[in-house]
């Protein structure tokens, strides 16, 4: 009859570190869970719509017919900010299930080093949201009417593009809000200092980016890129999986994928933005001018500087991507050239063996002619 262990594990102290990690995701979707419940009661209903509801909804159209599709439209505003914070409430409720459901039981049947546990669980993370948030900027592009060629990315702006739809609104509040829960999630999964810094980074990028494309009514040319950045981003993650599974063989096919799909994503990335804003923008010189209420931003100073940020950004990521592949490339020559070193040495060896034991066979030999030639003199 097996022994049962009368030792308890000790919970930690409530409202310890280590109790707001380990139950971060329920502490949170109670959080959440008050802000929707707020929405049952008459008088807490118009603050928590606030939260949950998108707001700035423009004005219907009088003139259209009865028969036309009704679209609503929406514009930004200060309020998003608590739609942001809510749905950040939510990436971190679902970074915590993906994390506890999937990822960790994937991660322990795997065994993997304490590194490369803690790159899984980031590239997994990303997978999923990249090939989710490219698969949604895909949908809005071809159901939304807004951008139906390339000259849609500036043509009618300001006037059309502060019309968002509320798939492309929603889609841009989901992407601030889950780069915005990346800050958290620092603290939650215990990310080790020197990976903190890069971390911070690459979220911090991600954030600035995405909120100034929405803020100065650029969200169909950030929709455009961020789909090319998602697919090239889904592909590394992807890649990265299978390194860490041990995958060999789809692993080797999904970076060479990566390899060749990465520079030409990158350059379109730069090539899409100079002709908006050089072309597109700069030529159309009665949309001009900086007016805030009219969500008009197309200056030289604000083109110029969006120019200089995507195209310094695409130049950083090729920077470090050549940078990796040198160093690659050099790790892969010493090991070789290692290899090859030790391979001489087993040779030598092997050569001065054989040397040796012949030298060995020949001893009995001198030996007896020796005593032969003494005998006949005697």
């Known amino acids: 009859m097996p022994i049962k262990s009368t030792r308890k594990t000790k919970s930690p102290p409530v409202l310890s570190h280590e109790f707001i990690i380990q139950n971060h995701g329920d ?10 419940m707020g929405l049952m009661f008459q008088v ?5 719509s606030l939260f949950i509801i998108l707001q700035y909804n423009l004005p219907f159209d009088k003139d259209a017919s009865p028969n036309e599709e009704l679209v609503i439209f929406y514009n930004n505003g200060s309020l998003d900010l608590a739609a942001i914070f809510f749905y950040a409430l939510i990436s971190v409720v679902c970074h915590a299930v993906i994390q506890e459901y999937v990822i960790d039981r994937v991660s322990r049947k795997l065994h993997l080093s304490k590194v490369k546990h803690s790159k899984f669980n980031e590239s997994g993370q990303l997978l999923l949201f990249n090939v989710f948030s490219a698969a949604w900027a895909m949908h809005i592009i071809f159901k939304d009417e807004s951008i139906t060629s390339v000259s849609s990315l500036w043509a009618g702006y300001p006037e059309d593009h502060i019309k968002m739809t509320f798939r492309l609104k929603f889609f841009f509040i989901v992407q601030i809000s889950y780069w915005l829960h990346n800050y958290s999630e620092l603290y939650f999964q215990r990310v080790k200092k020197e990976e903190m810094f890069d971390r911070i980074v690459y979220t911090t990028i991600h954030l600035v980016v995405i909120s100034a494309a ?7 040319l950030g929709l455009i890129l961020l789909t090319l950045h998602y697919v090239a ?3 590394l993650n992807a890649s990265r999986l299978l390194h860490f599974a041990e995958i060999n063989k789809p692993a ?3 970076f060479k994928t990566y390899n060749t799909m990465f520079p030409v994503l990158r350059l379109l990335s730069i090539v899409v933005t100079l002709l908006t804003m050089q072309v597109g923008m700069a030529g159309d010189s009665a949309a001009q001018g900086l007016d805030v209420a009219a969500g008009n931003f197309n200056t030289p100073l604000i083109r110029v500087a969006t120019m200089v940020i995507v195209s310094a950004l695409q130049t950083f990521l090729g920077w470090r991507f050549i940078t990796f592949h040198l160093r690659k490339r050099s790790e892969r020559k010493a090991l070789q050239a290692a290899a090859a070193k030790k391979k001489q040495q087993l040779i030598k060896a092997k050569k001065s063996k054989r040397s040796s034991d012949d030298d060995v066979d020949l001893l009995p030999e001198v030996d007896q002619n020796t005593h032969e030639t003494t005998r006949r003199r005697n």
């Open 214 to 220: 929405y803020a100065l009514n650029f969200t169909r």
């Open 252 to 254: 080797a096919k999904a």
């Open 233 to 235: 981003e889904a592909t």
């Open 27 to 36: 502490i949170v979707s109670c959080v959440a869970m008050v802000i929707v």
């Open 44 to 48: 807490s209903s118009p603050l928590a």
